[in-house]
């Protein structure tokens, strides 16, 4: 079937309602993604995956997840199968400058949310298209090493992106990591994928985070995460840092070792210049 015609049949048997029409929007590293309009005079989001290959049912239980458990602002999912997620069409712009202290107070409070003593969760969830391992581990430091630096190591290696030098010096930073890192003091929900392209804003409000990628984990992983990727600046972290205060060395040493799991994420999509900024970040940690 045509995207067109995958999205009027679930909308009809979800939602009751006729597709008028159906339009190709930016964004989104599983399935296409289409602003549909409906026969009510509504709009809902519409992610397609043809093969019903992309794990859409996964990201939907993501996003039920976060707005069961907290107070993240997420679409609305409306109906979930292999080859179709409908979900609300959220307001706001990309231009998410304006909401830097609202964004963090967002993640702090979501970082607030704990699942006991274990990092992990109660089943594998995504990162873009890949899989997230996340068997439930009482030791962060055996979870960051096993689940995410050897993980994406093997897969990004195995994939054709990573070379096996690379793979070999992750593999000796992994080895040693109960050297370099303490155990923080608990897990927390993190979003996962807070980069400017997931988020929408009104002015000095975030609307939405999308496409999450979430976990138990340490929380600086996600502070790690946006600083990599500029995401927000100091305004940010300033705030953040008034409701929950970083510990000594986040800065200095460790956003510099948690970047590395995205950062693989991203060698095992795309390759090309994130391999050397694998290897400028092993370099700059002594490995």
Known sequence: MSPDQIIAEGVEVALGERLLDARPMGGGCIGEVYRAELSGGTFVVAKVDRAGESNLEREAYMLRYLREKSELPVPEVYHSSKTLLLMELMPGGGNISRAQAHAAELLAALHGVSAGAYYGHERDTLIGSLSQ??????????????QRLLYLAEVA???GRLPADLRGRVEELAGRLGEILEEPGGPALIHGDAWSGNLLAEGDRITAFLDPAIYHADPEVELAYISLFGTFGEEFFHRYGELRPLRPGFFEERRHLYSLYPLLV?????????????EGTLARLGF
């Open 157 to 159: 290696s195995e994939a």
């Open 133 to 146: 391992s996340n068997p439930w581990t009482d030791s962060w430091v055996e979870f960051f090493r096993d």
């Open 266 to 278: 991203h060698v095992y999509f795309f390759g090309g210049h994130y391999v050397s900024s694998v």
